[in-house]
């Protein structure tokens, strides 16, 4: 098993989508087999494109740090920050729904940095885990119903994340025919 020998990554990236596949790849090589590089992928994905699609970082840039420690991963993104809008109770689903799947409620946050810049965080840990695919039934079915939930609004999802949803149901062994069929709107739209 190779794991990553670097105990940290930083990068800096331009604030637009094609910068997506970059963070994706560099967060992937940083961490190589590491026990939940998969999950920490999707995870930089979505806070990359929250980064991209709902701060200031659009004009600009954003960073992103990734750090090691025995037995858990943290990873961060820091953008220029802008107006963070709380989501309504009935709202559809966000990618960040799937932070939440991965590290727990306690396992992800926002902090405001000096000079009005927020750092958005996420923490996984595999303590008594040995590959990726040791999960137990509980966190593979709340991932599964958050990617399913998600993939049925592909227009309000990027492309990034989409692909890799996909993925992600694969690999918890989701056949094709019971992965969701994009409805494109919400079930309760007129």
């Known amino acids: 098993m190779t794991i990553a020998t670097s105990t940290s990554y930083q990068g800096t990236f331009h604030g637009r989508p ?12 940083y ?10 992928v999707l995870i930089a994905d979505e806070l990359a494109s929250n980064s991209i699609l709902h701060t200031k970082s659009r004009a600009g840039s954003f960073h992103v740090r990734c750090e090691l420690s025995p037995e858990s991963v943290r990873l961060e993104v820091k953008d220029l920050g802008g107006p963070w809008r709380t989501r309504k109770k009935d709202d559809r689903p966000h990618g960040l729904d799937i932070v939440q799947a991965l590290t727990g409620p306690d396992g992800w946050g926002t902090e405001r940095t000096p000079g009005d810049t927020r750092v958005v965080w996420a923490t996984l840990e595999w303590t008594g885990r040995t590959g990726c695919n040791d999960m137990n039934d509980t966190w593979e079915t709340t991932v599964r119903t958050a990617a399913n939930t998600m ?8 492309d ?31």
């Open 151 to 158: 993939l049925r609004y592909p227009d309000k999802i990027s």
């Open 31 to 40: 961490l190589g087999e590491c026990p939940v590089a998969d999950d920490l």
């Open 160 to 190: 990034g994340l989409e692909a890799e949803l996909y993925a992600l149901l694969e690999k918890l062994g989701t056949a094709k025919a019971d992965q969701p069929a994009s409805t494109g709107t919400p079930d309760d739209a007129a």
């Open 18 to 29: 094609d910068e997506l596949a970059r963070v994706r790849k560099e967060i992937a090589a």
